[in-house]
């Protein structure tokens, strides 16, 4: 079993940053994928970015790319989503994942999230 907790979401306007964290839990393997996902109210739960414990793969969606930055430390199991030139269409519950493979498409899809974790508000005002 996985846990992960998020933490770091609040109200931001646009324009500025927030640094989340996830800090993972229980039986955590090298070769395991961890990521980010949201959802905004109304929306499909949508792919954000995601990287390995283990190498240098980093994907980031379309949407996100040259605003987001995903990085992790290995030494505390944590991994990170800073977020720089928030847009109010930011806005969404951030889910930190884990998948106990290698993704299986890329953009990664929420059907291959083996966990997930609470979530946390990200709120951007214009």
């Known amino acids: 079993q996985v846990q992960l907790e998020e933490s770091g979401g609040g109200l931001v306007q646009a324009g500025g940053s927030l640094r989340l964290s996830c800090a993972a839990s229980g039986r955590i393997f090298s070769w395991y994928r961890m990521g980010w996902f949201r959802q905004a109210p109304g929306k499909e739960r949508e792919f954000v970015a995601a990287?390995?414990?283990?190498?240098?793969?980093?994907y980031y969606a379309t949407s996100v790319k040259g605003r987001f930055t995903i990085s992790r430390d290995n030494a505390k199991n944590t991994v990170y989503l800073q977020m720089n030139s928030l847009k109010p269409e930011d806005t969404a519950v951030y889910y930190c994942?884990?998948?106990?493979?290698?993704?299986?498409?890329?953009?990664?899809?929420?059907?291959?999230?083996?966990?997930w974790g609470q979530g946390t508000q990200v709120t951007v005002s214009s």
């Open positions: 994942v884990a998948r106990t493979a290698g993704w299986a498409k890329v953009p990664p899809d929420r059907g291959d999230v083996n966990y």
């Open positions: 990287l390995s414990w283990s190498d240098d793969l980093i």
